[in-house]
């Protein structure tokens, strides 16, 4: 358990680092739009998928360490047990959500695979480059939910105060 | 009703393409008893355009109307009506569009692989060029200029001719003309009236430079649970709307062109060596088209110049 | 009915701490199975909204304002701000107002600019004697305006929802937030006359105040040069936070502000805030898409044009409706959620939809300062180590204070859209 949660931790990383390269990406863009009047054909779509799979990878971290924003205002006054049944119910909830997902995702993934389908932008990159950081990211979430769903049965989950 | 057609629109309802699918709505639902309903999801509240192809073709909605080009990552060939000058008449966007003509016919065919079936083909006009102070009369005017395209094609064709192609959505287009984020436009002239954007631009530049077309496409597997009955009478539907759009739209163009000059705009239409012009600078944009698509490019380019 | 029975189950699944994104993701895909539409729109609606270039701005607007803020950023420009108006009659809460104003402009969360001035105006107002209750107000309220005064988060949003300019959403923001930066200064300078008895703070010599605006100067031309940029239209608002992240660099590196591990931490804290953020947009997108299959966003709007047909009347009624469900709903899903129910209706009334965005901005700082729910209290109650129920408390004047400025807005709508359109 522990090496996957590095592992969700270095995820976490790549995705920082994805959102600063878009950054980068983008910066050159205007760049060579304004210095050289000739603009980049990749800045906008590359930029772009380092979102998709850097929120995609990031997600299981945030819900590892409790940073999902969540409203607080009933569950801070219950006792532990109260706190307890309503972790596991809320991430079996997640829990469920992530599999169907994942299962879909997963879906629309292999079809655009297997027809070989593109985007038509001015890149033309598969779609399933993209495509494919859905069912990645839920199937993570997934695997995470239930680890949390087990903390809520042993009583080890995190408190409020030890979030963020 | 024991059959729902939902329909996935980006445009809203009062568009001439929201229009044409009440009235292809009305034609079914009168015809069909009631048996079959028409629900249309207006504004992209359910799918944006670009999404449409995925969507219906998945199966996740019944119908979805979607601009012709989103199927270029499918079907590249489809991208023969942003071929530079080579649609740039009425007659000859007539009878490329005919159902199951040389052009059409095997786009039609090819988009059927992607699990979905084009029921009809909704007209939206010819691309035009918006400047300001002076017309854009040939690929000379639009050297190291920036120019706002819509997709890839019509930005090989603005580099071919020297420019600089930036995508702009449509919704950003207004205030981009207005702060000077391109210095030339390009839409449909009826995107001129619907966005006001004589507010912004002063010239209009006739140059058909490209045909915009939508098409209504029907998710295969749920078209063949269908009933025969049923088939015909959305097949009927369609056909009158098909041709009600077409028709019409010659009057929308000319009246949108006629806003456009009551609002201040001048409205220039190239000469026939200035096209010839537009046209020399775009060989490469032929070639690349040929390149990309193999044979059944080249079928439909051969097609389409003998129209 | 229906309506009634997918609240409950939303507030069910809210209340029992399930993350906003998956509540709402949850539900849209429970609601699309059970009504029989297919499944496959959860996935497509997830990729779709990671797929808007528009909200590619969110990182970029948070890693720029972070790595300003690594830098010392809010310590400089409350620094500068005081040394010029600190002696005034309540001289401190207005140079705590501006900074929040400043700030704003570099900012796009309110969350991030009440609590960065705060970290500074809180403890050096109540030393000065300043009432802890209306120190309090003042930092909740002042920190709304980081999403009036472009760039703003919740803005981008509403322009990717309702396929609308951001520019001019951003542009439109201005005017507003300059009136409510007003009314905040002034409210301030009649309570420094009437309930003094704090502390006057001297004024600052010359040489003070050109040290310290010097050291303000850049991150303020920072921001200045990024609203340019928007304004003049030389860049989309995703690639002005770009510019905005390449100059905040340029910035701490020259002053030598920024080590490796606070760029680090810039870098991490972004791409949390990013990652929250974005899948609530992802997980609002799949409970819009169920319930508009559903067609309850088209069944409440028909009711709405319907009964309350003037545009006065809806207008009040829809801010009672929006200041109710902004007690409990956290801010960012209260635009997803309510944005699709609501324009069509407004639009059929005649109201411009860059108008309505920055209404619905007003009013979701409302909901970030009413108790029980509203972020920005939470910010201040931890900033400020005191009872939620003392913030609550002294947010109420500013409470009136916005609503006003609604007000304002509704019979003077050219405060909004002047600067987008003529100017
Ligand atoms: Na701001
Ligand atoms: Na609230």
């Known amino acids: 358990m522990t090496a996957f949660s590095s592992f969700l931790r270095a995820l976490a990383w790549i995705a920082a680092l994805l959102f600063f390269c878009a950054g980068g990406m983008l910066t050159y863009e205007v760049a060579a739009r304004y210095l050289f009047i000739a603009p980049t054909i990749w800045a906008a779509e590359l930029s772009q998928l380092c979102l998709i799979w850097g929120t995609m990878l990031a997600m299981p971290w945030l819900l590892q360490s409790g940073r999902h924003i969540a409203v607080d205002a009933i569950t801070e006054r219950l006792g532990p047990l109260g706190k307890r049944l309503c972790y596991g119910l809320s991430m079996s909830a997640v829990g469920l959500f992530s599999l169907i997902v994942t299962w879909f995702g997963g879906d629309i993934f292999w079809d655009s695979f297997e027809r070989g389908r593109t985007t038509g932008s001015m890149l033309d990159l598969p779609t399933w480059v993209a495509e494919l950081a859905i069912p990645i990211g839920f199937a993570l979430l997934f695997a995470q939910a239930l680890i949390e769903v087990l903390k809520a049965m042993r009583g080890t989950m995190l408190e409020a105060g030890e979030r963020s | 009703a024991d059959t729902t057609l939902r329909i996935s629109l980006q445009l809203p309802l009062t568009s001439h393409l929201g229009q044409n699918l009440l009235l292809f709505k009305e034609e079914v639902e009168k015809n069909s008893n009631g048996d079959i309903a028409v629900e249309i999801y207006d504004s992209a509240q359910l799918y944006k355009d670009k999404e449409v192809p995925a969507a219906v073709g998945s199966g996740a909605i019944e119908m979805g109307v979607a601009s012709l080009t989103r199927y270029v990552g499918d079907v590249p060939a489809v991208d023969i009506f942003y071929q530079p000058f080579l649609f740039d008449t009425e007659e000859k966007v007539r009878a490329a569009v005919a159902p199951g003509s040389a052009v059409r016919g095997p786009l039609d065919e090819a988009i059927q692989d992607t699990g979905s079936t084009v029921l009809w083909w909704q007209a939206y006009g010819g691309a035009i060029m918006l400047s300001k102070e002076a017309p854009i009369k040939t690929p000379e005017d639009m050297k190291g200029k920036k120019v706002r395209v819509f997709g890839k094609t019509l930005g090989d064709f603005v580099k071919a001719a020297g420019g600089a192609p930036t995508l702009i959505s449509g919704s950003e287009q207004y205030l981009a003309y207005q702060r000077g984020t391109v210095d030339i436009g390009m839409t449909g002239v009826s995107g001129v009236k619907s966005r006001k954007l004589w507010d912004v631009m002063d010239t209009i530049t006739v140059t058909n430079n490209a045909d915009i077309e939508f098409i209504v496409v029907v998710n295969t597997d749920f078209w063949n649970g269908l009933s025969e009955e049923h088939k015909a009478i959305v097949q009927a539907a369609a056909l009158t709307a098909e041709n009600d759009v077409r028709d019409r739209m010659s009057q929308i163009e000319a009246d949108a062109y006629k806003a456009a000059e009551e609002n201040g705009m001048t409205v220039y239409r190239p000469t026939a060596e200035e096209i010839t012009a537009w046209k020399t600078v775009s060989e490469p944009v032929y070639e690349a088209y040929i390149e990309k698509t193999g044979d059944l490019g080249q079928k439909i380019m051969d097609a389409a110049k003998k129209l | ?423």
Not at chain 3, 98 to 122: D, E, H, N
Not at chain 3, 236 to 261: D, H, K, N, Q
Not at chain 3, 385 to 413: C, D, H, I, N, T
């Open chain 3, 1 to 423: 009915m229906t309506t009634v029975l997918i609240l409950a189950a939303l507030f069910s699944l809210l209340l029992i701490r399930v993350p906003v994104a998956f509540a709402l993701g949850g539900l849209g895909l429970a609601l699309l199975l059970f009504g029989g539409f297919s499944p496959l729109m959860a996935p497509q609606a997830i990729l779709s909204t990671l797929d808007g270039f528009i909200l590619l701005a969110v990182p970029l607007f948070l890693l720029m304002s972070n790595i300003l803020l690594k830098g010392g950023v809010g310590k400089d420009l409350f620094a500068a701000v005081h040394a010029w108006v600190g002696h005034w009659p309540g001289g401190l809460a207005v140079a705590t107002i501006i900074s929040c104003g400043i700030f704003a402009a570099i900012s796009g969360s309110s969350v991030a600019t009440a609590a960065t001035i705060g970290t500074v105006a809180i403890p050096e107002m109540i030393e000065r004697g300043y009432q802890k209750r209306f120190v309090y107000g003042l930092l909740a309220a002042g920190g709304t305006l980081g999403i009036l005064i472009p760039p703003s988060i919740p803005m981008i949003v509403y322009g990717f929802v309702t396929e609308q300019s951001v520019i001019a959403l951003f542009l439109a923001g201005i005017g507003p937030g300059l009136l409510l930066l007003t009314l905040f200064i002034i409210f301030s300078m009649i309570y420094a006359r009437w309930f003094g008895g704090f502390e006057a703070v001297p004024a600052a010599d010359w040489e003070t105040r050109f040290w310290a605006s010097l050291r303000a100067l850049p991150s303020v031309l920072l921001a200045v040069y990024v609203i340019r940029v928007i304004y003049i239209g030389a860049a989309t608002p995703t690639e002005a936070a770009a510019i905005g992240l390449a100059g905040a660099l340029v910035i701490t590196l020259a002053m030598r502000r920024l080590t490796w591990l606070s760029f680090r931490q810039a870098i991490f804290d972004s791409m949390v805030t990013t990652v929250a953020i974005l899948m609530i947009v992802a997980g609002a997108k799949v409970f819009g898409k169920a319930i508009t299959l559903y067609r309850i966003p088209q069944d409440i709007s028909m009711f709405i044009s319907q009964n309350f047909d003037t545009p006065l009347t809806f207008i009040l009624v829809v801010s009672v409706v929006l200041l109710i469900m902004g007690l409990v709903f956290e801010a960012l899903s209260m635009v997803l959620i309510m944005t699709p129910v609501l324009l069509p209706a407004a639009l059929i009334l005649g109201f411009d939809p860059i108008w309505f965005g920055v209404y619905m901005v007003v009013m979701v700082e409302c909901a970030l300062i009413t108790p029980p729910v509203g972020l920005n209290l939470y910010v201040i109650q931890s900033v400020a180590k005191s009872k939620l129920s003392e913030v609550a408390r002294g947010v109420l004047p500013f409470l009136g204070l916005m609503l006003f400025s609604v007000a304002v807005l509704y019979f003077w709508p050219a405060l909004a859209l002047y600067i987008p359109f003529n100017f």
